[in-house]
């Protein structure tokens, strides 16, 4: 669970336990509400809410003990927000940060916003290309940060990396394909399946090549795009299959499609890259420390 979960749950208390209310006020759907509600008590094995005939009625014991934390927990981290944002009131100048399009999506839609909200002084330029044009234009110093994909194959000399979120790269299909029954999915389950990917540009790709080739994977026909937003929706509404980054579900919520992970998976690791310099300037370090603290929070 990370801040925007905690949030989630906070909202919920004070709409009087209306989910409905509380998703709108988060600007979510109530579908995404409840399914956080019910990932979170399955996964921690606890019972947050009381609940009758289905519907939410109050807090639990635990849930009133994990209410006082949470809110405690959400006053600090605001206080620290207030006090970074004074701190940065006088950094001006410009930033250019490269990010794939499908990790500006899932990642980083928010801190960008808040970034580009909070700092009227610092002008933000999002550089929106696939992992192998950014790592080239980083390697001739175009650009102050790129968010890339583990490996980076750059010399470790010239490249500063952090690791900011992990994850697994996922199976996404209609509810009503076959392979919906396996909880969890082979590699070999691909062969002769009909694939939508990405196209070569992303490093997801030749992931994906590359465990084709271990496991023989044939498919029957497949369809490549730079648009992840076009892959899950060709999966929804056919019997297409796209692999993503689990996380997607997090901002793409649709009843009609299923998730399945791989016994053998493909690890999605996204770092935080920047030159290695002996010195960085005030708003470079300032920039680095904020994305830093945000998916230190978030983990």
Request: glycine share 4%.
């Amino acid at each position: 669970m990370d801040i925007r979960h905690l949030q989630y749950f906070v909202a919920i208390v004070k709409a009087d336990f209306n989910l409905s209310l509380a998703a709108k006020r988060l600007y979510i759907s109530q579908p995404a509400l409840s399914q956080f509600i019910k990932l979170f008590e399955e996964s921690e094995k606890v019972e947050l809410f009381e609940r009758y005939k289905g519907r939410l009625q109050g807090l639990t014991p635990t849930g009133e003990l994990f209410y006082e934390q949470v809110k405690q927990l959400l006053s600090q981290y605001n206080s620290m927000l207030t006090a970074i944002r004074e701190d940065a009131g006088q950094l001006k100048g410009k930033v250019r940060i490269g990010i794939p399009p499908l990790i500006l999506g899932v990642v980083f839609s928010d801190i960008i916003a808040d970034l580009i909200i909070n700092h009227p002084n610092i002008e933000v330029e999002i550089i929106e290309k696939g992992a192998y044009e950014l790592s080239r234009m980083f390697m001739v110093d175009e650009l102050d940060f790129a968010i890339l994909l583990d490996p980076t194959n750059i010399n470790s000399s010239i490249i500063d990396e952090h690791l900011i979120q992990q994850s697994e790269l996922s199976v996404f299909f209609n509810h009503e394909h076959p392979l919906a029954e396996k909880p969890k999915l082979d590699w070999s389950d691909l062969n002769d399946q009909m694939l939508a990917i990405f196209e070569p540009s992303f490093m997801i790709h030749h992931k994906l090549m590359k465990k084709f080739g271990e496991y023989n994977i044939q498919p029957q026909k497949c369809t490549m795009s730079a648009s992840w937003d076009f892959l899950l929706l060709i999966a929804t509404n056919s019997k297409f299959l796209t692999i993503l980054p689990s996380p997607i579900l997090d901002i793409y919520s649709n009843h009609n499609i299923v998730e399945r992970r791989f016994n053998d998976p493909i690890y999605w690791k996204v770092l935080l890259c920047r030159p290695k310099k002996e010195r960085y300037s005030r708003l470079n370090q300032y920039v680095f420390d904020y994305i830093l603290s945000h998916f230190k929070n978030k983990n």
